[in-house]
Nanobody, 123 residues
Framework: QVQLVESGGGSVQAGGSLRLSCAAS????????MTWFRQVLGKEREWVAA????????YYADSVKGRFTISRDKAKNTVYLQMNSLKPEDTAVYSC????????????????WGQGTQVTVSS
């Protein structure tokens, strides 16, 4: 059974930092792209950052480029999202996802989801 378990969310003031982790288990992720999505209540889920498991190619939404860094540790089967210079508009539930096709930025194409972790940034 595939499991994606996020941790590291919390509350921080604007300008602060948080690091999210996503521990993956249950199958091989070698052909997957791992994506961090976020969602604000009442709004559509949006992709934030993604990384290919094997090659480590990274992608960033314009809204977080230069502030967030996605990485993965193959030995630990864990994906990270380092978030710096946080803004109140970054407040959302952040979810880790694994997609086994090229549509890694489309929530409807995700194969596996984590449970999500709340990030709250106060001004």
């Amino acid at each position: 059974q595939v499991q994606l378990v996020e941790s590291g969310g919390g509350s921080v003031q604007a300008g602060g930092s948080l690091r999210l982790s996503c521990a993956a288990s249950g199958r091989t992720f070698s052909s997957a792209t791992m994506t961090w999505f976020r969602q604000v209540l009442g709004k559509e889920r949006e992709w934030v950052a993604a990384i290919t498991w094997t090659g480590g190619t990274t992608y960033y939404a314009d809204s977080v480029k230069g502030r967030f860094t996605i990485s993965r540790d193959k030995a630990k089967n864990t994906v990270y999202l380092q978030m710096n210079s946080l803004k109140p508009e970054d407040t959302a539930v952040y979810s880790c996802a694994a997609t086994y096709d090229r549509f890694w930025d489309d929530p409807s194409r995700v194969d596996y989801w984590g449970q999500g972790t709340q990030v709250t940034v106060s001004s």
